[in-house]
C-alpha cells in the first residue's frame, strides 16, 4: 500500500472504486470525483475523511474542474459514461473529452490508471484466452454504446498521456464482484434466479469470464501505478481463475440452496476469460479464488442465505 500521496479517484460512487477510495483513504490524501446523485454515498466516503468534488463528465466545459487542486500525485480514473444505448456521438463524446480534460488537469501527475474494459474486444469463441494484442472491436447488443466509449477512452488516453508525458497505464478489467455496491454482475445474476427468472446461458459449452474479487482490485491499484508508462500502456485486469459462468451460478446455488435456473439461449450477455501473463509479469498473481470470494461476497449480500461457516441457512 503507498502513503503520504494526494489520489484523485473518479467513480467513487461505483463498484470498483469505492473500495479503493476508502482503503487508500486510511494513509493518503484521497478526493473524489462524481456526481453524487447518492447523497449517501458521498457522506459515508466524508465520514472517512474523503474529500467529495463535483464534477459531471458529460459537461465538457474547461471550468468543471477549475478550483480543483492540481497536484495530484496517483489518479484512478473509473467513472464511465454507459450511454444509453443509442447515442453513440454522446459516448465517444463524454468519455474521451473528459478523460482528455482530467489528465490535461492532473499532467504532473506521477501515474494515471484508467480502468478499461474487456469489453473492447472483439467477440471470439468462448474458450479463447483474449490477449492485449487481440482483435478490438467489441459488441454488446444490449448497450451497444458501452464498448464504443470506452474504446474511444482508451484512444484520448493513449493520446493525452503520450503528449502530455503523463505515465499511464490503461487496465481492461474482467468482470469485478465483491461486498460494495450491487455486488457485481454474478451477484446481480445471482439475484435474476433467487427471484426465479432462467439466466441465458450459450446452447453449447460454457460463457467464460474471469472474475476479480474488489480485495485483489484493492491491493493492485498501487501495482498498475507503478507500471505506468510514456506512452501508455494496455494491460488485462482479472482473476486468476477461468470460471463458467454457469458453473458460478450452480456453486451460488448450492451455497444458499437456491434453485439454479439456465435458459439456453441463443442470445445471451457473452463474456470472456483473460490470458493474465502480462498482468502476472507486471504485478504478481491474486490472492483471491473465486469459490471463495464468491461465498464472502454472498455472505455480504445475502446474510440470511449464507451461515458464516459457509453453509446454506436452512430455512
Ligand atoms: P458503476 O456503474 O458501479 O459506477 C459508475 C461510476 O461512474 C459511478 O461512480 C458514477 O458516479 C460515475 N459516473 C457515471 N457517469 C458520470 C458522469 N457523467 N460524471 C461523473 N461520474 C460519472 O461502475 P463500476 O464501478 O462497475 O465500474 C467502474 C469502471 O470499471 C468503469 O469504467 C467500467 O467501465 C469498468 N469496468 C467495470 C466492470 C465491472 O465488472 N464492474 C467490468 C469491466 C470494466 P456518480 O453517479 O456519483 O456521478
Known sequence: MIAGKKILITGATGQV???????????????????????????????????????????????????????????????AHRGDGTDFDASVEIN?????????????????????????????????????????????PW?????VGKLAAEGAVRAFGATLGLPTIIARLNVAYGPHAHGGMPILLFRRMLAGEPVEVPLQGQNWCSPIHTDDIV??????????TVPARVVNWAGDDTVGIQDMLTYMAELTGAEPRFSPSEVYRATSAFDNTLRASLIGGCEVGW????????????????????DAVQH
Open 143 to 147: 448497450l451497444p454504446t458501452y464498448p
Open 291 to 310: 469459490r471463495e470470494g464468491l461465498r464472502a461476497t454472498l455472505r455480504a449480500h445475502f446474510p440470511h442465505l449464507v451461515k458464516e461457516s459457509g
Open 219 to 228: 491491493r493492485q491499484v498501487p501495482l498498475l501505478w507503478n507500471a505506468t
Open 17 to 79: 472504486a469505492r473500495p479503493v477510495a476508502e482503503a487508500l483513504a486510511k494513509d493518503n490524501e484521497v478526493w473524489c470525483l462524481g456526481r453524487f446523485g447518492d447523497s449517501g454515498a458521498e457522506r459515508e466516503l466524508r465520514d472517512l475523511g474523503i474529500r467529495t468534488w463535483r464534477w459531471d463528465m458529460a459537461e465538457l466545459t474547461k471550468e468543471g474542474l477549475d478550483g480543483l487542486p492540481d497536484d495530484f500525485t496517483h489518479v484512478m480514473h473509473s467513472a
Open 96 to 140: 474521451s473529452v473528459s478523460a482528455g480534460r482530467l489528465m490535461t488537469h492532473c499532467h504532473r501527475a506521477e501515474a494515471f490508471l484508467f480502468v478499461s474494459s474487456g469489453a473492447v474486444y472483439a467477440p471470439r469463441s468462448q474458450e479463447h484466452l483474449v490477449r492485449e494484442d487481440d482483435p478490438l472491436g467489441g459488441r454488446m
